[in-house]
């Protein structure tokens, strides 16, 4: 029956069977937000790979928490600046210097 090659009589009936199952008003939901889940991953993949060449030719100085830390800001997904917000770092209380 199958010789290892596939034609469009199967593409066909694949898609036929994806749209009932998971009906044809979810499909553009399913596949935006595969898209966003791949530029997100892409866009983490990038910020890792320049972390990592910035680490190596730059040279590690400790952070300075005495002086004048501004707070790291969260995004929501890549290139959204709408819902951005400053994030306060959560401090080590149970150490006493």
């Known amino acids: 029956?199958?010789?290892?090659?596939?034609?469009?009589?199967?593409?066909?009936?694949?898609?036929?069977?994806?749209?009932?199952?998971?009906?044809?008003?979810?499909?553009?939901?399913?596949?935006?937000?595969?898209?966003?889940?791949?530029?997100?991953?892409?866009?983490?993949?990038k910020a890792m790979k320049s972390e990592g060449s910035q680490s190596q030719s730059a040279p590690s100085d400790p952070p300075n928490d005495a002086q004048g830390e501004t707070p790291k800001t969260i995004q929501a997904s890549p290139g959204d600046v709408n819902s951005s917000r400053p994030v306060a770092e959560p401090t080590d209380s149970t150490t006493k210097r």
Not at 6 to 11: C, N
Not at 14 to 32: D, H, Q, S, T, Y
């Open 1 to 45: 029956m199958f010789t290892g090659k596939i034609g469009a009589p199967e593409i066909i009936l694949i898609l036929v069977v994806v749209i009932l199952l998971f009906g044809a008003k979810k499909l553009p939901e399913m596949a935006r937000s595969l898209g966003k889940s791949a530029r997100i991953l892409k866009s983490e993949a």
